[in-house]
Every structure is written in C-alpha cells, then in structure tokens.
C-alpha cells in the first residue's frame, strides 16, 4: 500500500479544537493510523470532564477520514480497543466512497469570530447542514434570530459569560492560550492569536494586562449578545449518551456540518459557554427538554461575513508519535 501518511495527518490536525490547543497526537503501525489525545493541551477548568477534547478528536478523525477517502482508501474506525486511549483507523485500498466537496474545504474552515451581517440563510442550505448529523449518537436543533427561544439562549449564554470571566481560574486558563502577538503565534503554533481574536498585536504582558482590566463579566457578556444578534441562526449539537465514544462521534458530526457550512460560504463559531458552566448547562438542558442522559455540547453561531486570519498549526513532526 502507498500513501502519503503525513499528508492525512496534515489535513487531519486542521481540525478545531478549544482554545485551539490541538490536543491530539498521531502514531501510525502499517496500514493504521492512530489518534491519541494529548491531555497535556487539556483545559481542566472549561473542559474538566474532557468531553470537548474528545469532541476535538472527533473532528480530527473526520478530516482524517475524509482525506483517506479522497486519496483512495476507506477507512474503519475502531474506538478505544481494548480500552486503550486511542482512535485507530485501519486503512485498506480501493474506497467506494468520495467526500471530494467536503475535502476541498478543509483548509478553508475557520472559526470566525467576527460579527456576521446578519443576512438569512437559506433553508436548502440549513437542510444540507441538519443532513450531516446521525441521528444515533447526536441530535441537533436550530433556532432562528428574533424568535423568543433563540432570546432565551442569549439569556443563558450572558449568565454563563458573566459567571466565567468572574472565575479567576478561567480567565488566567484563556489567557495561558492567547497568543497576544505575532511573535508568540509563530513559536506557538497554537491558541487563539490576536488577529483571530480581532484585535492588534501587542507584548504579552499587555495583553494580559488589557485582559484582565477590560474584559470584564458585563462587558463579554454584551459582546455575546452582539455577536448573537448578527448572526440569523444558532445550532445546538447534543449528545445522546455521556461517553466518550459518543463525544467523539458529535465532533465528527459537527465537523462534517462546519465543512459542509463551509462549501456553502456560511461562517459558524462556537458560543458554549452555557454547554460549559453546569449551573447554566442545568437550564440550557431543561430548556431544551432533554431526557436524563443526553447534554448539550456544542452551540454554534451561524451566518455571514468576511474571512478572518487563519489560526496557526503545530508542525507535523510535532504531532506524531515515534515511541
């Protein structure tokens, strides 16, 4: 068998991730390629139970997935075997499957956290997005700006904004990943860089110093609310079962939906800080009327703008395993 196994890798870690902090690493034993989490990139006060690092492989397995389908190979996915902490993809030739519109754009997907122009989106378009996701694992509802549901979420994500950037442990863990200059973005390779963020290269220790007297719990949480409103509709993606497996299984879900969003030029971001603060997560899941097991993971913004600067990615090297 000949293939470019770097290649999949490449396209593989252009997956999001939390913070952007690319929480993965890749070993690869013949014909298999496996995804290891890398949990010294975890962000234990957001994410303690890890479920959105297993959400970040999902996404990571996705690309990988798409890619090998693209160069000729399918792909079987054995999750976590023999309870090891890994995601194994056996590769074999000769793939009946083609994902080619959803591999052309995953250099193109990004978070974009810019304000949106608050133009409709086309219910065809919505339709192509809600078909991505499997019903088995994952279930996924959307709601239309202006309409009294989606203002109850802008309630629920301003309660969780306020309550996290009240939380020094929060602010010092976003502030570990922002990369406040452009220096810091190259040697990095990872986080959330400045011009991401939308806002101008500075030292550190003035990013940090802007940050910390700046951002306060009002301020973010009218920023939200600001990025809400230009956005025509929001998206929840839930889990039907707390497992791994089943986190795992809404990333890919997601991504195959953020890539499918990105072909139709539609940008997303995600806003779940009411799937992050479990007192909120309580209302958020009652809201949503949600059966004891399932839990609301992800919610993402859709709409409308320009593209914003590229988040930067560890070089490959770095992420693949040779022990």
Known sequence: MIMNIEKLIHYA???PSGHNTQPWKFSV?????????????RLPVVDPD???????????LENLIIAARHEGFSA????????????????????????????????ERQSNRSLYNGES???????????VVDSSSTTLRKFYAGHEDAEHIISLVKEANRIQFKDRGFVDELISWIRFSKQ????QKDGLTSEA?????????????????????????????????????????????????????LGRHFQRAALMATKLGISHAHLNMPCEVESVKEKFSGFLNLKKNEEPLLLIRLGYSKPMPKSPRRNIKEIIKTD
């Open 29 to 41: 034993h013949d014909n298999q390629i496996r995804i290891h989490p890398d949990f010294t990139r």
């Open 197 to 249: 963020m939308g806002f101008p290269s500075v030292p550190r220790w003035l990013g940090k110093m802007i940050i910390r007297k700046f951002a306060t719990p009002e301020g973010e949480a009218k920023k939200c609310e600001k990025m809400i409103r230009s956005s025509p509709v929001l998206m929840v993606f839930i889990a039907k079962n707390q497992s791994k497996k089943n986190w795992v299984d």
């Open 184 to 187: 810091e973005a190259v040697e």
């Open 76 to 107: 079987k996915v054995n999750y976590f075997p023999d309870d090891e902490e890994y995601l194994e993809v056996k590769l074999t030739e000769e793939s009946s499957e083609d994902d080619d519109e959803l591999f052309d754009v995953i250099p």
């Open 13 to 15: 870690a252009m997956a």
């Open 121 to 131: 989106i086309p219910d065809s378009h919505l339709e192509q997005l809600t078909n």
């Open 50 to 60: 890890d479920h959105a690092l297993y959400i970040s492989l999902g996404c990571a």
